[in-house]
């Protein structure tokens, strides 16, 4: 049984920057497919960066440059460094274990983040 446990989040200035953590059990983050998603009120949750397997990334756009993904093999979690934080990055933000190798996606519960002065 997989489970994802994010923390980190909380009420940060704008400009200011906060780390996300996805604990995860019952898989081995290296080897999978991670994602950060973000959903804000009436909207869709949305992908905000990914990494792969072999260690490669993708971001969203309207947010390259500001968020880092990591993820640390040994302690089984995932990272989401955010820097100069906006008042538009407030939302719900999720860890995600993709599909992949037969087994299907697994959410976390999620972790708020609020930017706003």
């Known amino acids: 049984q997989v489970q994802l446990v994010e923390s980190g989040g909380g009420l940060v200035q704008p400009g200011g920057s906060l780390r996300l953590s996805c604990a995860a059990s019952?898989?081995?983050?290296?080897?999978?497919?991670m994602g950060w998603y973000r959903q804000a009120p009436g909207k869709e949750r949305e992908l905000v960066a990914a990494?792969?397997?072999?260690?490669?990334?993708n971001y969203a756009d309207s947010v390259k440059g500001r968020f880092t993904i990591s993820r640390d093999g040994a302690k089984n979690m995932v990272y989401l460094q955010m820097n100069s934080l906006k008042p538009e990055d407030t939302a719900v933000y999720y860890c995600?274990?993709?599909?992949?190798?037969?087994?299907?996606?697994?959410w976390g519960q999620g972790t708020q983040v609020t930017v706003s002065s």
């Open positions: 995600k274990q993709e599909p992949q190798y037969g087994r299907s996606s697994s």
């Open positions: 019952g898989i081995m983050v290296s080897i999978y497919t």
């Open positions: 990494v792969r397997s072999g260690g490669s990334t």
